[in-house]
């Protein structure tokens, strides 16, 4: 399995960015998919998840800014960054969660200046 993802940059707050993951391989069909991040200094941490069935979860520090979908047939996740703050600025990290089983991207840098 391999996750590539794709969309980061820098940006002013304020601002808007899409990224994008694509998954490759064979895995089951039910599972997760998902979006960390990880600021300097800081442990990685999740920002929004979707099932396979649409169920999302964001974290409360995103909630109302941030859009997490996917598309099944293309296994493909998106997140829309919306309102964006400076302390949006991480690397962001795209997951695949199959049966516990996780699978990482390599991760695209968003930059938010002030």
């Known amino acids: 399995v391999q996750l590539q993802a794709s969309g980061g940059g820098l940006v002013q707050a304020g601002g808007s960015l899409r990224l994008s993951c694509t998954a490759s391989?064979?895995?089951?069909?039910?599972?997760?998919m998902g979006w960390y991040r990880q600021a300097p200094g800081k442990e990685r941490e999740l920002v929004a998840e979707?099932?396979?069935?649409?169920?999302?979860d964001y974290s409360d520090s995103v909630k109302g800014r941030f859009t997490i979908s996917r598309d099944n047939a293309k296994r493909t996740v998106y997140l829309q960054l919306a309102s964006l703050k400076p302390e949006d600025t991480a690397v962001y990290y795209c997951?695949?969660?199959?049966?516990?089983?996780?699978?990482w991207g390599q991760g695209t840098l968003v930059t938010v200046s002030s």
């Open positions: 997951n695949l969660n199959i049966r516990g089983s996780h699978y």
């Open positions: 391989g064979t895995f089951f069909s039910i599972n997760t």
């Open positions: 979707i099932t396979s069935g649409g169920t999302i």
